[in-house]
């Protein structure tokens, strides 16, 4: 049997403790990788995940068990009372006739009381809807345990992404807050100049205006980082007051290996989607396999035994046993079963244009991420290289402003620049992080060792504080009650 591939690289903990035995501790500085195990054990998508294909593993023995012998025993206890009324008739002397006629009622109640025991015991000997029933589910048990490693791999991802969220929403709002400090001081100096004549009103509007924009924008900056650690506590079920920081000297390489259609290769033979997408067709064809088999005799052996006894006088208990062979064959089924032939038929067309349209869809994300990844390498040294220039023009614009060749508007601008340079550069960095990670998901080789290898990208020396409202959080991780279970 097929288990998850994704269960083989990284052990899930035991069930029990994700069950609501956890509760939402108290806050805790964490990093990427600290925060992806919590994922793993507490994401109720991904619990749902694997309590489905659990059930679809017992599925398989339900099948299992009907090929096997089926014994039962039965018994009975009764009490029966029988009543019965007739009329009775005879002739007597008497009288001048010498004859009278002589009537009444004859009654009769009779009480029995009985037991009986039985046995019985049943073996399918040829039965192919069974077989081809317990077929169809080892191959629902393939799909499925597959389906288990792209829940995986998707709850990994949307770590990630949650976690880096975070850090370019704090970068973002660094930058939109020391841009509302620059043109706060430009404000303030422009007020001055015009205080002293040095320069007209229209300066210090444009200051102004200058100004509450960066502070609007630093607002929604604000907005951002208070949303953007949310998620985390949505996969998780825990708060962590603050996250390690993305390292300055992060290695921006292309991916290996460095040829697009190698990871097109790859993705065929390892992306959960595409694999899952082909089981589904033999769990169709299996569909097709138990239709047909209806159309076949069953034969089974069969023995049973069974024993009396009452109390009515004169009859002793008695037992009686039956051994033999049970065969039966469909003729007519009113075309039942040539409809649900055809009904399969069709639904494993269906699944063949699905798995053709998964194959399509995976091998054009592939190559456009590979693509954009490359691009990405390319756009983070770019956006350096902005900032540097931004930052020489502002410079140079200062002077020019100081003696009079510049304008307020232009030292106003090349701030702006200099700060969207900031910010585009720390987008740069994430989006070519995220972008690795979800080219190898879709390659299907994102696991716990991308994880770690990004982790090791990340500074425990700068920590992002993530602002927490003071708020209780006293739920448990995993409220869902206690699940049943069978009768011992």
Same mark, same amino acid.
């Given at each position: 049997m097929l288990r998850p591939p994704f269960a083989r690289r990284f052990p899930r903990r035991g069930v029990v403790a994700f069950l609501g035995c956890f509760m939402i501790g108290h806050a805790q500085a964490a990093d990427l990788w600290t925060i992806a195990q919590d994922a793993l054990a507490n994401d109720a998508e991904l619990s749902s995940?694997?309590?489905?294909?659990?059930?679809?593993?017992?599925?398989?023995?339900?099948?299992?068990?009907?090929?096997?012998?089926?014994?039962?025993?039965?018994?009975?206890?009764?009490?029966?009372?029988?009543?019965?009324?007739?009329?009775?008739?005879?002739?007597?002397?008497?009288?001048?006739?010498?004859? #009278?006629?002589?009537?009444?009622?004859?009654?009769?109640d009779d009480t029995v009381n009985s037991v009986g025991l039985s046995l019985d015991a049943e073996q399918a000997l040829y039965d192919p809807s069974r077989r081809a029933q317990l077929a169809r589910a080892e191959?629902?048990?393939?799909?499925?345990?597959?389906?288990?490693?792209?829940?995986?791999?998707?709850?990994l991802?949307?770590?990630?992404?949650?976690?880096?969220?975070?850090?370019?929403?704090?970068?973002?709002?660094?930058?939109?807050?020391?841009?509302?400090?620059?043109?706060?001081?430009?404000l303030e100096q422009a007020r001055e100049r015009f205080e002293v004549g040095l320069i007209a009103i229209t300066d210090v509007h444009e200051a102004q205006a200058s100004y509450d924009l960066s502070r609007a924008q630093r607002l929604a900056a604000e907005g951002a980082m208070q949303?953007?650690? #949310?998620?985390?506590?949505?996969?998780?079920?825990?708060?962590?007051?603050?996250?390690?920081?993305?390292?300055?000297?992060?290695?921006?390489?292309?991916?290996?290996?460095?040829?697009?259609?190698? =990871?097109?290769?790859?993705?065929?033979a390892n992306s959960p989607m595409v694999l899952m997408a082909e089981a589904g067709i033999e769990v169709a064809r299996s569909s097709v396999d138990v239709?047909?088999?209806?159309?076949?005799?069953?034969? !089974?052996a069969f023995a049973n035994y069974g024993w009396s006894d009452t109390d009515?006088?004169?009859?002793?208990?008695? !037992?009686? !046993?039956?051994?033999?062979?049970?065969?039966s064959l469909p003729l007519y089924t009113g075309g039942s079963t040539q409809a649900q032939i055809r009904q399969s038929g069709f639904l494993l067309e269906a699944s063949q244009y699905d798995f053709e349209a998964q194959r399509r869809d995976t091998i054009q994300q592939v190559r456009s991420l590979?693509?954009?990844?490359?691009?990405?390498? #390319?756009?983070?040294?770019?956006?350096?290289?902005?900032?540097?220039? %931004?930052?020489?023009?502002?410079?140079?614009?200062?002077?020019?402003?100081?003696?009079?060749?510049? %304008?307020?508007?232009d030292v106003l601008n090349a701030e702006q620049n200099l700060f969207n340079a900031i910010a585009e550069h720390a987008e740069?960095?994430?989006?070519?992080?995220?972008?690795?990670?979800?080219?190898?998901?879709?390659?299907?080789?994102?696991?716990?060792?991308?994880?770690?290898?990004? %982790?090791? =990208?990340?500074?425990?020396?700068?920590?992002? !504080?993530?602002e927490l409202p003071d708020e209780a959080n006293d739920n448990p991780v995993m409220n869902i009650g206690e699940r049943p279970r069978a009768p011992t």
């Open positions: 995940t694997q309590a489905s294909f659990q059930a679809t593993e017992a599925a398989r023995d339900v099948q299992r068990g009907t090929l096997l012998p089926q014994i039962s025993v039965g018994g009975n206890m009764a009490h029966s009372r029988t009543y019965s009324s007739a009329v009775g008739s005879g002739l007597g002397q008497g009288g001048a006739g010498g004859e #009278e006629e002589l009537a009444g009622l004859i009654d009769q191959r629902e048990i393939d799909r499925d345990a597959l389906g288990v490693d792209a829940a995986a791999q998707q709850l991802y949307n770590v990630a992404n949650a976690y880096f969220e975070i850090l370019r929403a704090h970068d973002i709002l660094s930058a939109r807050r020391a841009q509302e400090t620059a043109i706060s001081r430009q949303v953007s650690f #949310e998620a985390l506590e949505r996969l998780t079920g825990h708060r962590y007051d603050s996250i390690d920081a993305l390292d300055e000297d992060v290695p921006i390489a292309r991916p290996e290996p460095a040829d697009r259609e190698e =990871w097109v290769e790859l993705a065929m239709a047909r088999a209806g159309q076949r005799p069953v034969v !089974s009515r006088s004169g009859t002793n208990h008695q !037992s009686e !046993s039956q051994v033999g062979l049970r065969a590979f693509t954009r990844v490359n691009n990405d390498v #390319e756009t983070v040294e770019a956006r350096r290289q902005a900032i540097v220039s %931004n930052q020489s023009a502002l410079e140079a614009t200062r002077s020019g402003y100081e003696v009079g060749t510049r %304008n307020i508007v740069a960095r994430y989006n070519y992080v995220l972008g690795l990670l979800q080219l190898q998901q879709q390659a299907g080789l994102l696991g716990p060792d991308s994880i770690q290898a990004v %982790n090791a =990208w990340l500074s425990d020396e700068e920590r992002v !504080s993530l």
